[in-house]
T-cell receptor
Framework: GNSVTQMEGPVTLSEEAFLTINCTYT??????LFWYVQYPGEGLQLLLK?????DKGSNKGFEATYRKETTSFHLEKGSVQVSDSAVYFC?????????????FGSGTRLSIRP | DTGVSQDPRHKITKRGQNVTFRCDPI?????LYWYRQTLGQGPEFLTY????????KSRLLSDRFSAERPKGSFSTLEIQRTEQGDSAMYLC????????????FGPGTRLTVL
């Protein structure tokens, strides 16, 4: 079945460091891919998305490129801030049923030191 | 605030009791989803509605769980005879059927079964 695997955390970086969180997926067909973020005490928010191969999603300085050949959707940011501390979830939209339910990875907790 | 709302935000109950959660989706959204998130994991799909029709249920949704969306607006999720394993965050999300693939999530209801 469809699944998402992302790097385990926690990840701890210093402010202004470069961030990469790896994500790979297994899916039939051509899913849409997402990164969601969950700030402390808040609900899930969509960070960025990509709907087809080679699309690049971007938001708030974060980027991820839909790589069909490597089945990957790695999240990157050139210079992280303390306010980026949160849990990040890689996810895909399962189009094998009418529900288009979202399948999530297990999450990566990111902590940024001032 | 026109986002997805959930009530209550926290619920503590004793094993064997019944609990009911409510979700109010974004008003024009005709799709509504329930997910469950356990500690350290990503959310997992439970069920979804298109208008008032419940169209798909996960195998995670045992017979003790029931969900309704009587008028195609708000939804309720009831758990009967709660067990300690039901302790989790229950998330609701909504979307438009034919528009963006994005699902908008509520803040969740955290259930603790003692």
């Amino acid at each position: 079945g469809n699944s998402v695997t992302q790097m385990e955390g926690p990840v701890t970086l210093s402010e202004e460091a470069f961030l990469t969180i790896n994500c790979t997926y297994t899916a039939t067909g051509y899913p849409s891919l997402f990164w969601y973020v969950q700030y402390p005490g808040e609900g899930l928010q969509l960070l960025l998305k990509a709907t087809k191969a080679d699309d690049k999603g971007s938001n708030k300085g974060f980027e991820a490129t839909y790589r069909k050949e490597t089945t990957s959707f790695h999240l990157e940011k050139g210079s992280v801030q303390v306010s980026d501390s949160a849990v990040y979830f890689c996810a895909l939209s399962d189009r094998s049923s009418s529900a288009s339910k979202i399948i999530f990875g297990s999450g990566t907790r990111l902590s940024i030191r001032p | 605030d026109t986002g997805v709302s959930q009530d209550p935000r926290h619920k503590i109950t004793k094993r064997g009791q019944n609990v009911t959660f409510r979700c109010d989706p974004i008003s024009e959204h005709n799709r509504l989803y329930w997910y469950r998130q356990t500690l350290g994991q990503g959310p997992e799909f439970l069920t979804y509605f298109q208008n008032e029709a419940q169209l798909e249920k996960s195998r995670l949704l045992s017979d003790r769980f029931s969900a309704e969306r009587p008028k195609g607006s708000f939804s309720t999720l009831e758990i009967q005879r709660t067990e300690q394993g039901d302790s989790a965050m229950y998330l609701c999300a909504s979307s438009l059927e034919l528009a963006t693939i994005e699902q908008f999530f509520g803040p969740g209801t955290r259930l603790t079964v003692l």
